[in-house]
């Protein structure tokens, strides 16, 4: 096996994945053959975890073997993985064989507990959640070959150097990426006519994004192309919101929702009044609160089933949905996630939890933070020092911090840095990763 090789074919795995996938909102007479589908794979993904040492070990204390895994309901006899399991296995992983990961990729999150996690994606993998994505957006009808995409710009997550390759220069996959507000200060007027000089036919960026362009141009009554279709990504998106997005960019709004950890697994188009499970590619079982057995409402525990060469099985989202089931398959009326944090500004833009993350996350000097905004001038810094450092780094840490931070921040707050040997919960048992004081509407 060769990650290198693979790396360089990867588009091909991608295509040749897409191409396997359901491209259409599943109806019943889809059913049988989307459940025949997910029972093969979760057979094959417990037939791959059983060689591996982590996976082997939870087999066994659970006293099973693959042979009884053949359905999404069978997932509930295995263990559930946390956030913590996966973020101790993955470090290991990474730090005992770095010559075999050196090809993969690493999908950056900050967790539930604010500490750094990251997920390893063999190039295989990865090209699966390049598949999965592409199916999102030709769910409502949308042909990502021959239309125009306007997308997030790739460079706060992860890569990609922008260019476009070789078959979308011929007009096949065509996307621009929008300017990146963050590193650029881009205003809302801006973004906006990026959007209007390219007229995509699809547009996905981040919600807080698209929110303050919507903002701006109702406020400033400028007018706006209307994509056929839209995605607000990486937040969760209130009523007002969701609202504000459809007056101004028209009723084309695909919901969609997932994870870094596990790629986009749900998601509803317009005019559907519910969520359907991507179950060709993932399950998604619900728990009681204990997470001790199944239930129709509660928290959200995530398989995707083309993560075979280092699985996910049984993963702990942190949300909540109300769900029902249905000729075999999940859909869900409602999910009741973590609305992300945000650092608030004095023009009214936030900064997400995902740009203070693409920082904090690589200072490994830090096993756990939380960043408080005190008021429009002044954040503090909550950190715990990684044991294996001595007390002396800190300063050098601090001042890495604060270059970094800086930046993303635009200069425009004071940092103190405050390290401890734990950072308290919330009364709700989390820990937010970005408590911000300024009221929302503040």
């Known amino acids: 096996m060769s990650y290198q090789s693979d790396r360089k074919l990867e588009n091909v795995y991608t295509l040749q994945h897409y191409c396997s996938l359901y491209h259409r909102p599943v109806q019943a007479k889809d059913y049988a053959s989307v459940a025949a589908t997910q029972n ?37 006899k295995f263990p559930v993985l946390t956030k913590a399991d996966l973020r101790t296995w993955m470090d290991e992983e990474a730090a005992q064989h770095p010559e075999k990961y050196q090809y993969w990729h690493v999908a950056p999150t900050s967790g539930s507990t604010g500490a750094p996690l990251r997920t390893l994606f063999s190039p295989k993998e990865n090209a699966w959640v390049t598949a999965n994505w592409l199916r999102v957006l030709s769910l409502p009808g949308y042909n990502p070959f021959t239309g125009k995409t306007m997308c997030r710009p790739n460079t706060l997550h992860g890569g990609g150097s922008g260019e476009d390759s070789i078959i979308q220069r011929v007009g096949i996959l065509q996307r621009k990426q929008m300017s990146d507000a963050l590193k650029h200060h881009m205003t809302s007027a801006q973004l906006l006519q990026e959007i209007n000089d390219y007229q995509p036919d699809f547009l996905y960026n981040h919600t807080n994004v698209l929110v303050r362009i919507a903002a701006y141009a109702k406020k400033h009554n400028v007018p706006v192309h209307q994509p056929k279709f839209y995605a607000p990504i990486s937040e969760g998106i209130d009523d007002s919101s969701r609202g504000l997005l459809k007056e101004v960019f028209g009723p084309g709004l695909v919901d969609s929702y997932g994870l870094s950890e596990t790629g986009a697994c749900i998601s509803r188009v317009p005019g559907q009044e519910d969520y359907q ?24 525990v995530i398989t995707p089933l083309f993560k075979t060469d280092l699985p996910l099985i049984n993963y702990v989202s942190g949300d909540s949905m109300d769900t029902y089931l249905q000729g075999g398959l999940r859909f869900v009326k409602r999910i009741k996630g973590r609305m992300n944090d945000v650092i608030r500004h004095k023009d009214g833009s936030v900064t997400e939890w995902g740009n203070v993350a693409v920082v904090m996350n690589y200072i490994l000097e830090v096993v ?65 990763i970005i408590v911000s004081k300024i009221p929302k509407n503040g």
Do not use: C
């Open 277 to 300: 499970v991507n179950s060709d590619t993932h399950v998604v079982n619900i728990y009681n609160a204990t997470l001790s057995g199944p239930a129709d409402s509660g928290p959200a």
């Open 368 to 432: 756990q933070y939380r960043v408080v905004q005190e008021d429009y001038e002044n954040i503090t810094l909550l950190m715990v020092r990684n044991p294996s450092v001595p007390e002396s780094e800190q300063p050098r840490v601090e001042a890495a911090i604060q270059e970094k931070l800086g930046d993303v921040l635009r200069g425009e707050f004071t940092l103190a840095f405050r390290w401890m040997e734990e950072i308290p919960e919330d009364p709700n048992g989390k820990l937010r």
């Open 40 to 76: 093969r794979k979760v057979h094959a993904l417990m037939e791959a975890a059983w060689n591996v040492p982590f996976y082997r070990a939870r087999f066994e204390a659970s006293g099973t073997t693959p042979e009884d895994y053949h359905t999404a309901a069978d997932l509930y």
